[in-house]
């Protein structure tokens, strides 16, 4: 029989090293881990079980998006069903180590410090839902050529943080999915076509009907143009120097099809009208120099500077042209 274990003094205000008491206490925690083993085999094992349903759940889930051609929506929502499976699992392993835990206490101690963990990752949960948002209702999908916050390129991948956007000059723009969900967002490539417009001057002797039939088929001539809808060329604008022709032309979407065949429609439009003798003038401006001295200054009524001709009477002279027309009649009467 064995011998009871000697009482321990505890003396107030001074450290006991007590040798016994430490290897006692290290002693029930190992025949607790003893008695736990079978427990944590059983534990293991369900992890395991769980894992291979977590990553046969999130293969379904893709190959079923797959099938719909919708690989990036397969991603995101495989990844998230992968770690709901996990946790499943986690709970479930848990309360076989632990009998007296009950996951219904470890939920609701969750629910109350979700508050915390809310805030804490705000944005992160924030552009999650927003990319999730992105590929269910599909404003744009990958391959498209976008625009927003300034940023214009082709959607490389929707992630579960942000949408990469290769630009057009070779750089990669990373953008929260939250900033895309919130703004306006330009879908270049939305539609097969897009319609491309440049303004050209004729000179006022040039005839509009004759420039407007020229650029035209000048325009038709570009082969990548499409013919419906056919090129137009409209009489715009009357401005200081020239008369304005907005051209317009349908091509397809994709920006290295529209940057080709604005540059070969210029090139035609140029060439054509200079074979049609039809002017393209410059910028002309006209500037009057006289004497800021009025005869009526300070009449605005009267004086000459800013206002036009008056339709009857005689308008008015610079101050000194007045006062030397004065001399001039004094002179006179004088000699007379």
């Known amino acids: 029989m064995a011998e009871p274990a000697p009482a321990i003094n505890d003396v107030p205000q001074q450290i006991d090293l007590n040798i016994g008491m430490a290897l006692q206490r290290v002693d029930s925690w190992l025949d607790g881990g003893v008695r736990l083993l079978p427990n944590i085999a059983v534990a293991l094992v369900v992890m395991l079980l769980f894992y291979g349903l977590a990553l046969l759940a999130r293969r379904m889930v893709m190959s079923t998006a797959s099938r719909r051609q919708r690989d990036n929506l397969g991603d995101v929502l495989g990844g998230f069903v992968k770690w709901v499976v996990l946790l499943l699992g986690f709970l479930l392993a848990a309360t076989i180590v632990i009998p007296t835990l009950n996951p219904g206490d470890l939920i609701a101690g969750l629910g109350v410090s979700s508050i915390a963990i809310g805030f804490a990752f705000k944005d992160i949960l ?106 137009e060329a409209l009489p715009w604008d009357l401005a200081a120097s020239w008369v304005t022709v907005r051209a317009r032309w349908w091509t397809n979407s994709r920006r290295a099809d529209v940057v080709m065949v604005h540059s070969k429609v210029i090139q035609a439009m140029k060439h054509a009208l200079d074979a049609a003798h039809i002017d393209m003038p410059y910028d002309t401006k006209v500037h009057l120099f006289h004497d800021q001295t009025e005869a009526h200054d300070g009449d605005r009524g009267a004086q000459r500077e800013g206002w036009p001709a008056p339709t009857e009477g005689e308008a008015p002279m610079p101050r000194w042209r007045a006062e030397s027309r004065q001399r001039a009649r004094s002179s006179s009467n004088d000699e007379s």
């Not at 300034?150 to 991948?157: A, K, L, N």
């Not at 703004?183 to 509009?208: C, F, M, P, W």
């Open 126 to 231: 924030q552009n999650w839902l927003a990319g999730l948002l992105i590929l269910l209702r599909q404003p744009f999908q990958v391959k498209d050529q976008i625009e927003v916050n300034g940023y214009e390129g082709t959607v490389e991948r929707i992630e579960t943080r942000a949408t990469i956007i290769r630009t057009y000059d070779g750089q990669v723009a990373v953008i929260p999915n939250s900033d895309i969900y919130t703004n306006a967002v330009l879908v270049k490539t939305a539609h097969e076509k897009r319609r491309s417009q440049y303004d050209i001057g004729i000179g006022y002797g040039d005839s509009i009907e004759d420039a407007c039939d020229v650029i035209r088929k000048a325009i038709a001539s570009v082969d990548e143009i499409e013919t419906d809808p056919a090129p």
